[in-house]
């Protein structure tokens, strides 16, 4: 823009043209730019239509030849070509209810521990590492949990739960038969450390925005730190924590290659928590590309599908709660 | 008093257990590091780095792995972050306050969770069926669309950190709006950016599922970007799932390392990102 000060040399009509042609030029990059970064910020809305439009595209075909049955049925038989999505469905919901259960009370204590208890030097490197979980490709948590997790459980843990929980009625069929090591509880387990990191680094964030009055008060009338935590603290984050655990679900029931390792990969539906089963991201993985046949794809994509249906309503409304919780504070 | 103590007492089980909790998150970490060091560690040697992956029974390396995925993670940023990039640009300069703002944030932190084994079927239908067959280029798509809500929310959230006061100097001065945001909002939120592209890379480089059904894997050194393409994370997913010990081995092997390369860059991305709030 140097050439718009130093024009005394040059008469003035061309001076004024030249400046004139600099600044439509200007202007021109102003509205190219800005045009660019509009259709970059179209482009998100383009990807998530273009994942639900080639989905259900995918999936007419198996919806057309099962009707609603799909998601009813639990034969998944690609030799008869007859597919249901029961049994990935029940193992999905299973597997994250598993790590949701262990889940959320660590990661609330965590993240109670981080605000509340921690000296101060320390609150930086203990949040830091337990981020770092969250940080591990979810494939080290499947080899791991095939080659390290798995044998131990087999080994160590499941025989004495089995002969433990043996004569007691609802149990001994909660976890039945033998041990096989991988299975439903195991790729809940290894769920909920993948969890875990979600659920803390919410909660923490949403902990440390209760104002100190609030607490001083507390504390000031005689209250014990646990009953600062049960009854300000909680309460007054409750939709946040709750926002927290939403996404750490959403987590879960899309896990797809640390479930795929050691879920063990069997279609069909056992109450037994130590029989081995699927899920649906854990089928799509493993049976995707041998899939032969337009029916056997279009069923897996039909099953990508549901789970994309289920993790989207999840992630809105996890995502609507913190939103929420949000414009509050800016209120 | 009685009351008192076991009020007190109460509180004591409770904190001991937040305690217990956090001991147990740790814990986690700890046993899974240092398995994956000591099994890790066993096999690696040169030679993991100048070999092919072998057939089954016989030595190798991981070197068409290696360089497949540094090939699929470079052309996945290189695709994915510019475009996020000017997304967050225009959330975060041009349309602030506006409903299209609101609605694509909105729908990004969906993109953000939403499950990845959805974004490889997702390509798989838009290119690898168009095309024929599974291909790099297809595995690099993949991974863009992971990249960038990644990238869109660290570049909006760091730009909105830029004070307005910087942008309405320049703006003072005449300087036309793209130039404000090139030459002011840019620098000044640049380490910031920096981290988003650095956990965005951290993000993609363990990615598998995306990868099964669209780069596909590859038993042999390929740069070719039309034809199914080596990584790590698949070569672990077979490897690990086969019977043999020394597939297994080298799965271990792989694992670590990209592990340590994830957990390096977003520990450096950490750094980066502490140094700008510090400022």
Known sequence: MSDLAIDSGVSESVALRRRAKVLRGLQLRDAGFRLLTLAAALAVLLVLGGVIASLVIGSLPAFRAFGFGFLASDTWNPVTEKFGALAPVYGTLITAAIAMVIAVPIGLGIAIFLTELCPYVMRRPIGIAIELLAGIPSIIYGIWGLFVFAPFLQKHVQPGIISLFADVPILSTLFAGPPYGIGMLTAGIILAIMVLPFVTSISRDVFETVPPVLKEAAYGVGCTTWEVVRFVVIPYTRVGVIGGIMLGLGRALGETMAVTFVIGNAHRISASLFAPGTTISASIANEFTEAVGDLYTSALIALGLILFVITFIILAIARYMLMRLQMQEGA | ?279
């Not at chain 2, 959805?118 to 239908?125: H, K, N, S, T």
């Not at chain 2, 059904?213 to 799932?241: D, E, G, K, Y």
């Open chain 2, 1 to 279: 008093m009685s009351r008192y103590d076991r009020r007190r007492r109460g509180s004591a089980i409770y904190i001991g257990l937040c305690y217990a909790s956090t001991l147990f998150g740790l814990g986690w970490l700890v046993l899974i590091l240092a398995s994956l060091f000591w099994e890790g560690f066993r096999g690696l040697s040169p030679a993991v780095f100048t070999q092919m992956t072998p057939p089954p029974g016989s030595a190798g390396g991981l070197l068409n792995a290696i360089v497949g995925s540094l090939i699929l993670t470079f052309l996945g940023v290189a695709i994915g972050a510019p475009l996020g990039m000017l997304a967050g640009t225009y959330m975060a300069e041009y349309g602030r306050h506006t409903k299209l703002t609101f609605v694509v944030r909105f729908i990004n932190d969906i993109l953000l969770s939403a499950p990845s084994i959805v974004v490889g079927l997702f390509i798989y239908e838009v290119m690898v069926t168009r095309m024929g067959h599974f291909s790099g280029v297809a595995g690099a798509v993949a991974l863009a669309v992971i990249v960038m809500p990644v990238v869109v929310r660290t570049t909006e959230d760091m730009l909105l950190l830029v004070p307005d006061p910087l942008r309405e100097a320049a703006s003072a001065l005449g300087t036309p709006r793209a130039i404000v945001i090139g030459k002011v909002a840019y620098r000044a939120a640049r380490a910031g950016l920096i981290t988003g592209v650095l956990l965005a890379i951290a993000r993609i480089s363990g990615e598998t599922a995306p990868l099964l059904f669209t780069a596909l894997n590859n038993q042999f050194f390929s740069t070719n970007l039309n034809a199914p393409m080596a990584s790590l994370p698949a070569v672990i997913f077979q490897f690990a799932l086969s019977p043999y010990k020394d597939w297994q081995q080298l799965a271990w092997t792989g694992a670590l390392l990209i592990t340590f390369a994830v957990l390096a860059l977003s520990i450096i991305a950490r750094i980066l990102g502490a140094q700008r709030t510090a400022k």
